[in-house]
């Protein structure tokens, strides 16, 4: 199916594209790289099958956005999920769940019980990591915006990297439960809760502007009260300003002044309510809603911010035949690459 000889208001026809949109990778100006990788995740897992659940549910998303006139137009590719990456997955989180569980029993991170099994899924993660990279590279390359699904938090740390070497400053925006500011957290050096901490060991990453944070540890705390490079909207301070009068708009507006002309949006998906995303790895009571989370993005785009790439993580599916999850994941997805690629923007 081109195009030419597609129906906006027909049915979308599943063929392994996000939404079922017509475009080749090769003819697309924006690139959807499914990463199905959780295997750090330290609660509960299954933000590998996310990528595959949020292509199944899309199909079910109209195409009109309110924002972007003709947003099917927008030609949006989509690599395969890569079966070799979820295979390896699946080895090396049972691997990670061994290492988990000895250290819930008392165990310590540099036993000699657990070391092997470490340095295993160390190697295998940075891996992943190199693998990420080296695609995003290649398309970023061909000047096409890279989007990275996830997976767990881990993933998009190779694209974060590539982005470095195309752009010399850029700021993220983490829409997140979690700082993710944790240092190896149980000795994983790329867990997915120490994306952020790695994210900054890259020097092009000039901010961290962080919102809807709500679990968080005194080391992370610290941190970010020792680094003026991160910026933390809390959401019990969220909650807070809304309770005592200040409305959203204005909210969005401090969070979005901290941020440099070129953004990129690290957006894990446990940063709303629960309701919205009930089996995610480390689901958080309070966050924000669903329409507080898009009016944030378009308020950074009506601010004349680029948005140069973005990651969705940590959707994962609930029982078959529930797609609530990869429902709400693949709205927040097109709604991110609408306003990335916003050829017009009606807002």
């Given at each position: 199916?081109?195009?030419?000889?597609?129906n906006?208001?027909?049915?979308?026809?599943?063929?392994?594209c996000?939404?079922?949109?017509?475009y080749?990778?090769e003819?697309?100006?924006?690139?959807?790289l499914?990463v199905?990788?959780d295997?750090?995740?330290s609660?509960?897992?299954?933000?590998?099958?996310?990528?595959?659940?949020?292509?199944?549910?899309?199909?079910?998303l109209?195409w009109?956005?309110f924002?972007?006139?003709?947003?099917?137009?927008?030609?949006?590719g989509?690599l395969?999920i890569e079966?070799?990456i979820?295979a390896q997955?699946g080895q090396?989180?049972?691997?990670?769940?061994q290492?988990?569980e000895?250290?819930e029993?008392?165990?310590?991170?540099?036993?000699?019980?657990?070391?092997t099994?470490l340095?295993?899924?160390?190697?295998?993660?940075?891996?992943?990591?190199?693998?990420?990279?080296?695609?995003?590279?290649?398309?970023?390359?061909?000047s096409?915006?890279?989007?990275v699904?996830?997976?767990?938090h881990s993933?998009?740390l190779g694209?974060?990297?590539a982005?470095?070497?195309?752009?010399?400053n850029y700021?993220i925006?983490?829409?997140?439960?979690h700082?993710?500011?944790?240092?190896?957290?149980?000795?994983f050096t790329?867990?997915h809760?120490?994306?952020m901490?790695?994210?900054?060991?890259?020097p092009q990453?000039s901010?961290?502007v962080?919102?809807g944070?709500?679990?968080i540890c005194q080391a992370?705390i610290n941190?970010?009260n020792d680094?003026?490079?991160?910026i933390l909207?809390?959401d019990?301070?969220?909650k807070?300003n809304?309770y005592?009068?200040?409305?959203?708009?204005t909210?969005?507006?401090?969070?979005?002044s901290?941020?440099p002309?070129?953004?990129y949006?690290?957006?894990d998906?446990?940063?709303l309510?629960?309701s919205y995303c009930?089996?995610?790895?480390?689901?958080?009571?309070?966050?924000?809603?669903?329409?507080?989370?898009?009016?944030l993005?378009?308020?950074?785009?009506?601010?004349?911010?680029?948005?140069?790439?973005f990651?969705l993580?940590?959707?994962?599916?609930?029982?078959p035949g529930?797609?609530w999850d990869?429902?709400v994941?693949?709205r927040?997805?097109?709604?991110?690459?609408?306003l990335?690629q916003k050829p017009?923007?009606?807002i």
């Open positions: 199916m081109t195009q030419e000889n597609c906006p208001n027909g049915i979308s026809v599943p063929n392994g996000f939404f079922g949109l017509p080749s990778v003819e697309a100006e924006f690139v959807f499914p199905p990788w295997v750090t995740t609660y509960r897992e299954g933000a590998s099958l996310g990528p595959q659940a949020i292509l199944e549910a899309s199909v079910q109209d009109y956005d924002d972007v006139p003709n947003a099917w137009t927008i030609p949006l989509t395969p079966g070799e979820l997955n090396m989180r049972a691997i990670a769940k290492i988990i000895h250290l029993q008392g165990g310590e991170v540099d036993d000699a019980a657990i070391a099994s340095a295993k899924v160390n190697q295998a993660c940075a891996d992943l990591n190199h693998w990420v990279y080296t695609q995003s590279q290649k398309y970023l390359d061909q096409k915006v890279v989007a699904v996830g997976g767990d993933a998009p694209l974060m990297q982005l470095g070497e195309k752009y010399p700021g925006l983490q829409i997140d439960a700082a993710d500011l944790r240092q190896a957290y149980e000795g790329y867990s809760a120490s994306i901490d790695n994210a900054l060991k890259i990453i901010r961290l962080q919102v944070i709500r679990d992370e941190q970010i680094d003026s490079r991160i909207f809390d019990w301070q969220l807070a809304t005592e009068g200040m409305n959203w708009a909210q969005c507006q401090q969070i979005i901290h941020l002309h070129q953004v949006i690290s957006f998906i446990d940063g309510n629960p009930p089996h995610t790895g480390t689901p958080v009571p309070g966050g924000l809603d669903f329409n507080q989370a898009i009016y993005i378009r308020a950074l785009v009506k601010a004349g911010k680029k948005i140069i790439g990651d993580c940590e959707v994962a599916p609930g029982e529930d797609q990869g429902n994941g693949a927040i997805l097109y709604k991110l690459a609408c990335t017009q923007l009606k």
